[in-house]
């Protein structure tokens, strides 16, 4: 169980860093463009707004920096995070958790849809090894996981929205619809979710492909394969379990570890297709100078990858019984 | 020959290596015979094929060793000819495997039981109960206690892990076990025990064994026949004692005395000079000619066949009829040095 | 300390295994289909980037042109929303994204050497915070970092950009790094050098640094790669400086003229095309790279039994 402990030792440490990085970012930077916008709140908002975004932001305080960033923390844990610029009157945290759903929707529906093909697809290819499929694969998605996101985004849109009108062309739902649970809704949400989970998938699956395809090469070269025919097991039988289950745990870790990539990828998809989640905001609010929300936006993104590789983790623990002993 | 059928004929079979130039043969028309409960030991340096044979016979060999030609019939079919369902068929009912290092043998992510159900499983529909008894079964017989069935393999001892995978082998009790230095891995001490053990196996079951070794007095205790084998052929096979008490060919000469009894006399360490050959371009001729004490002009030119000597088939020119040199005895290798004069 | 006996350049391996292991990897590179695809791939963008001037039929700059025309024969790709030469303008961005790649590359690869070699070698509590450092920076997701670290930043320009790409592009060639440093701490040769009395740091640099090349070569590659994509959309997102030439921010340009909708693809396609090219190059010849490394990767003969 040690290996939890450790895990959730750097979950918590990498929570503060990145609660630090927001806190030390606005104060190391030259100039600050944060105190002309404050100006605008006064009298508007809230006196614990004011004064959260204040310590989060570094202006105006007596405080020392060391109370300063105690009462910064204090504040997040809280949830008073201040008020939205861009989206006035809005308080950050609405604004967050509004864009949150969207966001592990689409990106990590998809994410997980192209890890669990791609290592699918990457078993298959080492299995069959000399054939066409190991063959043609591995260049083409060389290739292919070279074209940024966003390209591949704004091909599909190209594509698939405006040449051949399958698809609409950007955004979670159609722009006259309400919110509700009905079916045309569910419909809608579909639609609109289509491209940019299809572009996520294709992007990201070519590493999930040949990473698997690797590990499970090596791995088919072990002695206990070569046990398991000798067995006269089953093809289907070694290819999952004695194969495929030992060839996963690499890639797991690994998607653990490349998760901050592949989240910043989806973002830039996102941002692409108008798809209002939490990078999409992140932009917005860069724009607009909106720093609270920016900073409550980066942390979110941070928990949410952080949330997924902890998970990543246990279903580490739950697969290689070694991992349970070892401390 | 042996008087009963055999119930494994290897005959001439070659396995060969591809590669961009030519293919590299391991293993070069080699010619074996086995009889029912028969416990053979096959020798020989690194490098010499005896591996590589082991594979060939239990039918693992994976690209780019290939079987080029040949037979190896078991129970009366030619297992090289045979149809993947049908050798899958066979496979650990009528032979198993046993192999060097347990900790890679065993699949790390399952548990032994789980193991061994798969390989019941495999073969025969059984209700869980009697797979489950079967297993604890097998496990005693090797002495683990059943309750290691829950174990992975990375919680049990070295010697423990080794005994599992023989009880793994001997699940179905087949006719035929096959080893590939399964005590290499393990301490001297561990390793006599494990002999000891598997001997017993034997008489209890009555299986056929093949195992391979590059210790040549570890299994000279416990075979009933031993092979010989350099460079990818088979040089001497014969009865255990017979071999040991007087090697005939000069290689097999050299390999005993290159171990020292610690009860006999004390004598020079001898080794045997030069190494063994590259098998991509083996010598011509006979192939230990370059490093034979008793090299005679004609051994680099033509290949020697086998002769047989008081039950042991030995592969030298020595044994010609009417060779000058007819005689070779493991003396004649004492007081050389390595330059073999 | 006692004099040595010997002295350190006998004890010293010949120049000649190292040479000879880095020489079989390069013969095995030049024999290899992808490497030579990828090599050639950076040689061809490397002499455009020389030869830009000769190779630009115009000032890329110029605004002379019609607006949104599109390819013809004056104009090989067509002209932007703000009548500027899209061809001209794809060359002479050559310069600016291979030297982002190319820079932001070593350096990140420099970082990574730097703390994960040294992780390995400090060992104890310092191996256990700069592992604790590294795993966190890994993890923190890249994009969001650069956004919010670019919007801080008032100047964006090449050096801001290569500063950001930097700093989020280290932490996974470090840990790699960190793990081969580690394995070779055990080596012989590394005791052999603690008895003659040589410091940690000749150590790690005569000694262990020299036979972890191939991981560093490797890991430049990936880090070139991660750079281009990086850099790429940093600028798309209009955080490198908006008139600069370069592909990314040719994207810039294109989305915020909607060539898309206006029907001029070109002047999105065009530089897509180019990234993707660039970093497949060096993906490719990283794969090549794995794959000369790792015999049991290489493509499969027709050796199926």
């Not at chain 1, 591949?152 to 649970?181: E, H, K, M, R, V």
């Not at chain 3, 890994?138 to 670290?149: G, K, S």
Request: aromatic letters at 8%.
């Amino acid at each position: 169980m040690w290996y939890l402990v450790r895990r959730l030792e750097f979950f918590i440490v990498t929570l503060w860093a990145a609660l630090t990085v927001n806190f030390l970012l606005p104060r190391l930077m030259p100039g600050s463009p944060a105190e002309a916008l404050l100006v605008r709140f006064h009298g508007h908002v809230s006196p614990q707004a004011v004064k959260a975004m204040e310590v989060a932001l570094g202006i105006h305080t007596d405080q020392s920096v060391v109370q300063q960033y105690l009462e910064y923390i204090g504040n997040t844990l809280r949830g008073e995070l201040g008020v939205s610029v861009s989206y006035f009157p809005l308080s950050v945290a609405t604004v967050v958790m509004q864009a949150l759903p969207w966001t592990v929707g689409l990106v990590g529906t998809a994410t997980v849809i192209a890890f669990v093909l791609g290592t699918l697809i990457g078993m298959l290819a080492a299995w069959r090894r000399g054939g066409l499929f190991d063959a043609i694969l591995p260049p083409v998605f060389i290739v292919i996981s070279a074209f940024p996101y966003f390209w591949i985004a704004l091909f599909c849109l190209l594509i698939f929205s405006l040449t051949l009108n399958w698809f609409p062309l950007g955004f979670a739902y159609d722009l006259t619809s309400q919110i509700n649970l009905s079916w045309d809704f569910v419909g809608q949400v579909i639609a609109h979710a289509f491209l940019p989970a299809l572009t996520i998938v294709i992007t990201s699956i070519g590493g999930w492909i040949l990473t698997m395809r690797n590990t499970m090469i090596t791995t088919l070269a072990e002695d206990y394969v070569k046990m398991a025919r000798a067995k006269g097991l089953s093809p289907m039988r070694i290819m999952f379990m004695y194969a495929g289950r030992n060839a996963i745990l690499p890639n797991l870790t690994g998607f653990a570890m490349s998760l901050g990539f592949v989240i910043s990828g989806a973002i830039l998809v996102e941002i692409v297709f108008n798809y209002p989640g939490l990078g999409f905001m992140l932009l917005q609010a860069v724009d607009n100078e909106d720093f609270a929300l920016m900073q409550a936006l980066f942390l979110m993104i941070t928990l949410a990858v952080l949330v997924a590789v902890l998970f990543a983790d246990v279903l580490t623990a739950v697969l290689d019984p070694r991992t349970r002993e070892a401390g | 020959m042996i008087a009963t059928k055999p119930i494994l004929e290897i005959r001439d079979l070659v396995v060969e290596y591809r590669s961009e130039r030519e293919p590299v043969r391991a293993v070069d028309r080699v010619s074996l015979d086995l009889a029912a409960g028969e416990f053979l030991g096959i020798v020989g340096e690194s490098g010499c094929g005896k591996s590589t044979l082991l594979f060939a016979i239990a039918r693992l060999l994976a690209p780019p060793a290939e079987i080029a030609s040949g037979s190896i019939r078991f129970r009366g079919d030619d297992m090289v000819t045979m149809g993947d369902e049908d050798l899958r068929h066979i496979r650990w009912q009528n032979y198993s495997v046993v192999m060097q290092s347990a900790m890679n043998a065993l699949n790390p992510v399952m548990t032994i039981g789980a193991q061994l159900s798969d390989a019941i499983l495999a073969h025969r529909r059984m209700p869980q109960r009697d797979v489950r008894a079967r297993s604890e079964e097998v496990m005693r017989l090797v002495g683990i206690d059943p309750v290691h069935l829950k174990s992975f393999p990375h919680q049990l001892s070295g010697g423990m892990r080794q005994r599992s995978m023989i009880a793994m082998a001997l699940v179905f009790t087949p006719e035929l076990v096959i080893m590939d230095e399964p005590t290499s891995a393990l301490d001297v001490v561990a390793q006599r025990s494990l002999m000891l053990q598997i001997k017993e196996l034997q008489r209890k079951i009555g299986f056929a064994a093949i195992f391979v070794t590059h210790d040549m007095s570890l299994v000279s205790h416990f075979s009933d026949r031993l092979a010989v084998m350099y460079a990818g052929q088979v040089m001497e096979v014969g009865p255990t004692q017979t071999v040991f008490a007087q090697p005939r060919h000069p290689y097999s000469s050299g390999l005993l005395s290159s171990f020292p009894s610690i009860k006999g006399e004390r004598l020079p360490l001898q080794g045997i000079p030069g190494t063994p050959p590259e098998l991509a371009h083996p010598p011509s001729g006979c192939r230990f000619h370059p490093r034979c004490p008793k090299v005679m002009p004609h051994c680099k030119t033509t290949e020697p066949r086998f002769h047989e000597r008081e039950g042991v088939q030995v592969r030298c020119h020595l044994f010609d009829e009417g060779s000058p040199r007819n005689l070779g005895e493991a003396s004649d290798f004492v007081g050389m040095n390595a330059d073999g004069d | 300390m006692a004099i040595p006996i010997v002295t350190a350049q006998e004890l010293v391996e010949p120049a000649e295994p190292r040479a000879g292991v880095l020489g079989a990897v390069a013969s095995g590179l030049l024999s290899n289909r992808k490497a030579l695809g990828g090599l050639a791939i950076l040689g061809v963008f490397a002499l455009v980037a020389i030869f830009a001037p000769l190779l630009a039929p115009y000032d890329p700059h110029s605004l002379a042109f019609d607006q949104l025309l599109g390819p013809s024969a004056q104009h090989l790709l067509g002209t932007t929303g703000n009548g500027q030469d899209i061809f001209s303008q794809l060359i002479w961005s050559t310069r600016e994204s291979l030297l982002l790649a190319i820079v932001a590359g070593a350096l990140a690869t420099l970082a990574s050497v730097l703390i994960g070699v040294t992780a390995a070698y400090l060992g104890g509590l310092w191996d256990h915070v700069l592992n604790l450092f590294t795993d966190v920076f890994l993890v923190i997701p890249t994009l969001p970092l650069m956004l919010v670290i670019a919007a801080y930043v008032q100047s964006h320009g090449v050096w801001t950009l290569i500063a950001v790409i930097t700093i989020t592009g280290w932490s996974y060639g470090a840990r790699q790094l960190r793990s081969q440093a580690l394995s070779l701490r055990n080596r012989d040769f590394l005791e052999a050098a603690r008895v003659r009395g040589e410091r940690t740091s000749y150590t790690i640099v005569f000694e262990v640094l020299p036979n972890m090349t191939s991981l560093i070569v490797a890991i430049f590659l990936g880090a070139a790669l991660y750079a281009v994509l990086a850099a790429a959309g940093l600028q798309f997102l209009g955080l490198g400086d908006n008139n600069d030439l370069s592909w990314g921010t040719m994207l810039f340009w294109a989305e915020h003229n909607g060539a898309l909708l206006a029907g001029a693809p070109l002047w999105v396609l065009a530089p897509g095309i180019c990234i993707a090219l660039l970093g497949g190059a060096f993906a490719l010849i990283n794969y090549a790279f794995d794959e000369v490394s790792n015999p049991a990767l290489r493509a499969a003969k027709r050796a199926k039994a």
